[in-house]
């Protein structure tokens, strides 16, 4: 089968024939219908986060499983089901303590599977390499969800739309005419942006480094558009009555759009990282504006969500009608067209690319 596949820190992915293993037991193939391309994929790919190549890159998709394992119970073929990249153990001490998205077995960057043509070892992004025709997964990576939701939207609840949504309600816990930043405006910023609107908050500042953003910002529920410079916190404080926000989300994962989302909130409030960053990034805050600022300091990884869980629920919003997420899709292309929508994406523009492999 063809997957998108990255060979070398900087190069451009390609599109290349390779072989994935029959499903083992418990494990299940799915043919892959709409995957998105996000941007923590980009950091395999540029090098932010270390990765062994070859390695297919993908991991936010959904599809039909077409052929299960022994002991497979939780899906049949025909199936439609969403990805999931952190598929929680439900066994370790986070898993029995309601964490599941901190499962200790669970979101390892790249894991061994299949062979190039070639016959060299191939990767598969978080368990899933889904910028493919087809996947081979364990069971409990697959989610299943009603045949009538369209895949493509279907794909992205399995990341952008979990992390954005959940950042919001679950981590900031935002509550109406709470005031909100949004820093860093990919899939996954837009996402936070409509579920703060959503969530009754205002104003809601969607931030980015791009001017060409303002529209999708806007699109996805922002009311106001605000470029990401040295005068940042001064234009978050001057729609904030002086104070700065409650709630500033960093979707870029940078020690400097933290520091950004730091500084444009209020005293007292709290700053939510939800992009995924690189190890050798620091961020320095000073002893005295850690104590005399009294923000808080978060981190919100896949939601915080179980996605068994609340997959299904975004599902059933999605179907009648209370979840629009039209906003977000603003490509489709090919498998062929796959590397090009990774380019766009390092430059900044548009939102969620979906793919639609075959
Ligand atoms: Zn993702
Ligand atoms: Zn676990």
């Not at 679950?170 to 820093?183: I, L, N």
């Not at 860093?184 to 791009?210: E, F, K, M, N």
């Amino acid at each position: 089968m063809r997957a998108l596949v990255a060979r070398a820190v900087g190069e451009p992915p390609r599109v290349e024939d390779v072989d994935l293993p029959a499903p083992g037991p418990g494990q299940v193939r799915v043919e892959i219908r709409a995957a998105g391309v996000c941007h923590s994929d980009l950091s395999m790919v540029n090098g932010t986060v270390a990765s062994p190549y070859p390695l297919v890159l993908g991991h936010e998709a959904a599809g039909v499983v077409v052929e299960v394992g022994d002991g497979v119970s939780r899906v049949v073929p025909g199936e439609h089901v969403v990805l999931n990249w952190a598929p929680p153990c439900r066994r370790c001490w986070h898993c029995g303590h309601d964490e599941p998205w901190l499962c200790e077995r669970a979101g390892t960057p790249a894991v061994a599977r299949g062979r190039t043509s070639g016959g060299e070892q191939l990767h598969v992004t978080l368990g899933l390499g889904a910028l493919a025709e087809q996947v081979v997964v364990p069971q409990h990576a697959v989610i299943p969800v009603p045949a009538e939701l369209p895949m493509e939207v279907a794909a992205l609840l399995g990341c952008a739309v979990l992390t954005g949504i959940g950042a919001v309600r679950r981590t900031a816990r935002v509550a109406p005419g709470d005031s909100v930043a949004v820093v860093g405006l990919g899939g996954v910023g837009l996402s936070v942006v409509s579920a703060a609107r959503a969530a009754g908050a205002g104003p809601v500042l969607a931030v980015d480094v791009s001017p060409a953003k303002a529209e999708l910002a806007l699109a996805a529920g922002a009311t106001d558009f605000l470029v990401a410079d040295e005068s940042l916190s001064r234009a978050v404080r001057a729609l904030t009555a002086g104070r700065g926000v409650d709630h500033a989300v960093e979707c870029v994962g940078r020690g400097s759009t933290i520091r950004a989302a730091w500084r444009a909130t209020r005293r007292g409030g709290q700053v939510i990282v939800v992009g995924m960053g690189g190890k050798d990034d620091i961020v320095s805050l000073s002893a005295m504006d850690i104590f005399h600022s009294a923000r808080t300091l978060r981190s919100s990884v896949y939601g915080p969500s179980d996605p068994d869980r609340d997959v299904p629920e975004l599902a059933r919003a999605v179907l009648d009608g209370t979840l629009d997420l039209g906003f977000l899709i603003t490509d489709r292309t090919t498998l062929d067209g796959a590397a090009e929508a990774f380019a766009r994406m390092a430059r900044g523009e548009g939102a969620r690319t979906v793919v639609v492999p075959q």
